[in-house]
């Protein structure tokens, strides 16, 4: 399996977060997934370039910037 970062921000200790992970891996439909990329944290554009050109059929990048990938969605967001 490829390096995975993994944060399990609801769980009380490493192996729970561990059972949990395991458990929902075995309920994955791998022919109905969609992946998902957010432009957070040390986002740039060049990993949403790497993440556009994933051969992936199903795939929407979240972004705040407009970016030529048509998997791009730019979110606007309020200040308040």
């Known amino acids: 399996m490829a390096d995975i970062e993994i944060h399990f921000m ?4 490493e192996l729970e977060a561990s059972k949990k992970w395991n458990y929902r891996v075995m309920r994955l439909n791998y022919n109905n997934l969609i992946n ?3 432009e957070r944290d040390l986002c740039n554009a060049e990993l949403v370039d790497e993440f556009s050109k994933l051969d992936y059929q199903r795939k929407v990048c979240f972004t705040s910037k407009d970016y030529p990938h048509s998997e791009c ?3 606007k967001m ?3």
């Open 78 to 80: 309020n200040m308040v």
């Open 36 to 38: 998902k990329f957010c």
């Open 73 to 75: 969605i730019k979110l």
């Open 10 to 13: 609801h769980y009380q200790n």
